[in-house]
Every structure is written in structure tokens, then in C-alpha cells.
């Protein structure tokens, strides 16, 4: 215990999922957290998104762990909001530390030819856009305290060109790219920044019935059960996917100091799909 004690996070992408996994694990480790979410929706998005049900969970089970937090909702698209976020941080909790850019939504499949144009404005705005911005307003109080850390949240999908999900996988290359100049341009103020690239996640985004149709395109609708086999297929550790805390667990590393010298890296979190040949 203790690993965050001292630490101040802001997570986005809050409201469920990986993002109330970090903030969960965050706090049991003893940072003070700072969660958002839009809780919004959005067109031709094929999975239910959040809700501010969902951000006050979050919240409630910050507190059962004993952790101190504050909640947000305010949509990484929009930079006003962030720099409130960042705001409140230092209004709540004294200070900011820790950047957790997790947010980030998936979109319709279909091929590159085929996918609709508002996918693609609107994944990149969220998943890379908003990655950007989270960390452009962060980064004047990291700076000015003299060190912190940033982790961003890419996906397997950044380095891997998987098929039917292609604004998704442009924008998670694009955080990649973002993680290692940032990671070039903040060294000399003692700020890490790092990227987890989660494979396939047991959370709303990617265990729906549209990423099961692409897995078991045989199947007129697939469940869980159908499309058990062909993810652990993908994987060379016996788990057809990883839960959210397996990423926290990684972030958590990434975030403390137990990584004090660990800057510009890719941290896949996937049961070694990257490395399957």
C-alpha cells in the first residue's frame, strides 16, 4: 500500500470500464483522484456509452477504499473543461501529479471504404484529439512542479492494423506517436510519459455484439460463449481476454516510482497477442 501516496491523478474515461479500474487502483495505493467522463452520446457509436450513474459509482467505490475523490463530468473534446479539471485538482487537492488519458470510444465497423466520415471525425476527436488535449493542459502544473507522469492509454490497435476498426486503430497509432514525442519534449522537466496498449478488454467497448459478429461472422448472433475460443486463439497465455484491473495493475507501475526511469515505452497488456507470430 501506499505505492500513490502523494500523488494527485486525473482520469478520464472515468466512468466505467479501465478508467474506474485505474481510479480504483489509484486510490488504494493512496492517490487523490480527479475523475472524468463526458456521460454523453454520440452518432454511430454501436455500444452504450456511460452514464452519470455510472461516474457516481466510480466515486462510491473510490470512497469503500478509502480514497479521496472528485468527479468531473466534462468531454475531452473540449479544452475549457479540461483546464477546469486541472483547476479543481489544485483546488481540491493541492497540487496535480499524475495524468491518466484514458478516454476513448470505439465506432460502427466496416472497412476503410466503408466506414461512415462521423466515425472517423468523431473517434479521432475523442480517442487521439482528446488525448492531446488532456495532456496540453496538464502539463503547465506538471512542469511547474518539476516532474510527473503522464500515461496514455493506446491499444493494441496502435501498433497492430486490425481489420473493420479503422478510425479506432488510426487514432490509438496517432496516441502512440503522441506518447513518444511527449515523452522527447517533457524529459527535461523530469515529466514521464508512457503508453499502455490493452488487447482485447472485458468492457463495454470491445465485448459487445458488433466486436462478436466480427469474430464469429458464421454465427447469425454470437455470444460470449461463441467467441470465447477465437480470442484465446489470438492470445499466447491461456485468456481469450484481460480484464480492467490487469491494465490498472500496468498504469499503476507505470504512474509510480517504481518507474522513475522508465520514460517513452509501449506497455502492452494483452496476454501476448503482440508477439504472436
Request: charged share 20%; aromatic share 6%.
Amino acid at each position: 500500500m501506499g505505492r500513490m501516496a502523494g500523488k494527485v491523478v486525473l482520469v478520464t474515461g472515468a466512468a466505467r470500464g479501465q478508467g474506474r479500474a485505474h481510479a480504483v487502483r489509484l486510490a488504494q495505493e493512496g492517490a487523490r483522484v480527479v475523475a472524468l467522463d463526458a456521460c454523453t452520446t454520440y452518432d454511430h457509436i454501436d455500444y452504450p456509452l456511460p452514464t452519470p450513474a455510472d461516474l457516481d459509482e466510480t466515486a462510491k467505490l473510490v470512497t469503500a477504499e478509502g480514497g479521496r475523490i472528485e468527479t468531473m463530468i466534462a468531454d475531452v473534446r473540449n479544452s475549457a473543461e479540461l483546464d477546469a479539471a486541472v483547476r479543481l485538482a489544485i483546488d481540491s487537492f493541492g497540487t496535480l501529479t499524475t495524468v491518466c488519458a484514458n478516454a476513448g470510444i470505439g465506432g460502427e465497423r466496416g472497412t476503410v471504404w466503408t466506414t461512415h466520415e462521423e466515425v472517423w471525425r468523431t473517434v479521432l476527436d475523442v480517442n487521439l484529439l482528446g488525448a492531446w488535449k488532456t495532456v496540453r493542459a496538464a502539463m503547465p502544473t506538471l512542469i511547474e512542479n518539476g516532474g510527473g507522469s503522464v500515461v496514455l492509454t493506446s491499444s493494441l490497435g496502435g501498433i497492430r492494423g486490425l481489420r473493420h476498426t479503422s478510425a479506432y486503430v488510426a487514432a490509438k497509432h496517432g496516441v502512440v506517436g503522441l506518447m513518444r514525442t511527449l515523452a522527447n519534449e517533457a524529459g527535461q522537466y523530469g515529466i514521464r510519459v508512457n503508453a499502455v496498449l490493452p488487447g482485447t478488454t472485458n468492457t463495454p467497448l470491445a465485448m459487445n455484439s458488433a466486436t462478436f459478429r466480427l469474430f464469429r461472422p458464421d454465427v447469425a448472433d454470437p455470444t460470449v460463449d461463441d467467441v470465447r475460443e477465437t480470442m484465446q486463439g489470438l492470445a499466447l497465455l491461456p485468456t481469450p481476454w484481460v480484464e480492467s484491473e490487469d491494465v490498472a495493475n500496468a498504469v499503476l507501475w507505470l504512474a509510480s516510482d517504481e518507474a522513475r526511469f522508465i520514460t517513452g515505452v509501449e506497455l502492452p497488456v494483452d496476454g501476448g497477442w503482440h508477439a504472436k507470430f
